[in-house]
């Protein structure tokens, strides 16, 4: 299994990104997949997920500015982020598992991303 992100860089607060996660070596409805973030000196913090059922699931503090999709043919998922705010500069990550889990949220994800820095300058 292979992730790679894109998709990152700078972007003044207000603005909107749209990263990319290629997936390879896995089929979408065998693994559950997320979008996780860590800014420096932060744990590593959970913000969308999809499970292998294609259920998508968002963290609280993620509703309403972050959308995660996929596409199964193109083996991708994104993760559109609208109204960025500084505190929302963090390396991000695409993780994967293989795993039915009704709930992604509480899946261990064995395969990550190499990660994509996104800067929201204020």
């Known amino acids: 299994v292979q992730l790679v992100e894109s998709g990152g860089g700078l972007v003044q607060a207000g603005g909107s990104l749209r990263l990319s996660c290629a997936a390879s070596?896995?089929?979408?409805?065998?693994?559950?997949l997320a979008w996780f973030r860590q800014a420096p000196g932060k744990e590593r913090e959970g913000l969308a997920c999809?499970?292998?059922?294609?259920?998508?699931y968002y963290a609280d503090s993620m509703k309403g500015r972050f959308t995660m999709s996929s596409d199964h043919v193109k083996g991708t998922v994104t993760l559109q982020m609208n109204d960025l705010k500084p505190e929302d500069t963090a390396v991000y990550y695409c993780?994967?598992?293989?795993?039915?889990?009704?709930?992604?949220?509480?899946?261990?994800?064995?395969?990550w991303g190499q990660g994509t820095q996104v800067t929201v300058s204020s």
């Open positions: 070596g896995l089929t979408f409805g065998d693994y559950a």
């Open positions: 993780a994967a598992d293989r795993n039915y889990a009704d709930y992604c949220f509480i899946v261990t994800y064995y395969y």
């Open positions: 999809i499970t292998a059922d294609g259920d998508i």
